[in-house]
Nanobody, 118 residues
């Protein structure tokens, strides 16, 4: 499975960005997908996750501002971000769990930089 992330960039505080992650390869093995981010000098953290059936989970700091969605036909997961803050700056990675064997974050995309200027 390969994950290709795109959509990052430089935006002013309060702005919006839309991240996209396209999966290819053994797609039938994929279950939950997610977006994580890593700021300089900090550990990678979960931003949002979405199960195959659409159930979502968000970290508290992005609730109400970020929306994760997926299109299982197009093998794409989207992270729509609005009301961006400087603390949202970081490299954003998409991830995919595998179903059998069940492995959380078995695959990672290459990362896309999001920079929010204040």
């Amino acid at each position: 499975v390969q994950l290709q992330a795109s959509g990052g960039g430089l935006v002013q505080a309060g702005g919006s960005l839309r991240l996209s992650c396209v999966s290819s390869g053994r797609i039938r093995t994929i279950g939950t997908m997610g977006w994580y981010r890593q700021a300089p000098g900090k550990q990678r953290e979960m931003v949002a996750r979405i199960e195959y059936g659409g159930m979502t989970t968000y970290r508290d700091s992005v609730k109400g501002r970020f929306t994760i969605s997926r299109d299982n036909v197009k093998n794409t997961v989207i992270l729509q971000m609005i009301g961006l803050k400087s603390e949202d700056t970081g490299v954003y990675y998409c991830s995919a769990d595998t179903l059998s064997p069940f492995v959380i974050n078995a695959y990672w995309g290459q990362g896309t930089q999001v920079t929010v200027s204040s």
